[in-house]
Nanobody
Framework: QVQLVESGGGLVQPGGSLRLSCAAS????????MSWYRQAPGKERELVAA????????NYADSVKGRFTISRDNAKNRVYMQMNSLKPEDTAVYYC??????????WGQGTQVIVSS
């Protein structure tokens, strides 16, 4: 069955770094655009970063440009997000999403990131 499993979240001090990982299985990973979303308490889920199926195109939320980097390894069926210079406002549950066309969309269960001193 389709699975997206995020890992790498945790508690980090402001200015610190984390690397999130999302392991995919049950579908042809290389066909899917991958993205990271986040949802903070009391807020709507928002797009953080996205990458095309080939890895050629990327897109970032203005709030994370220059600090976060999305990458993927199609041989390992994984997508990553390197998060640097973390701020308290980056605190959220982070989700990965796989999407192919308009019909196929899968979500992971999320990983918590807390940025606090």
């Amino acid at each position: 069955q389709v699975q997206l499993v995020e890992s790498g979240g945790g508690l980090v001090q402001p200015g610190g770094s984390l690397r999130l990982s999302c392991a995919a299985s049950g579908f042809t990973f290389s066909n899917y655009a991958m993205s990271w979303y986040r949802q903070a308490p009391g807020k709507e889920r928002e797009l953080v970063a996205a990458m095309s199926s080939t890895g050629v195109s990327t897109n970032y939320a203005d709030s994370v440009k220059g600090r976060f980097t999305i990458s993927r390894d199609n041989a390992k069926n994984r997508v990553y997000m390197q998060m640097n210079s973390l701020k308290p406002e980056d605190t959220a549950v982070y989700y990965c999403k796989a999407k192919w066309g308009y019909l196929y969309e899968y979500w992971g269960q999320g990983t918590q990131v807390i940025v606090s001193s």
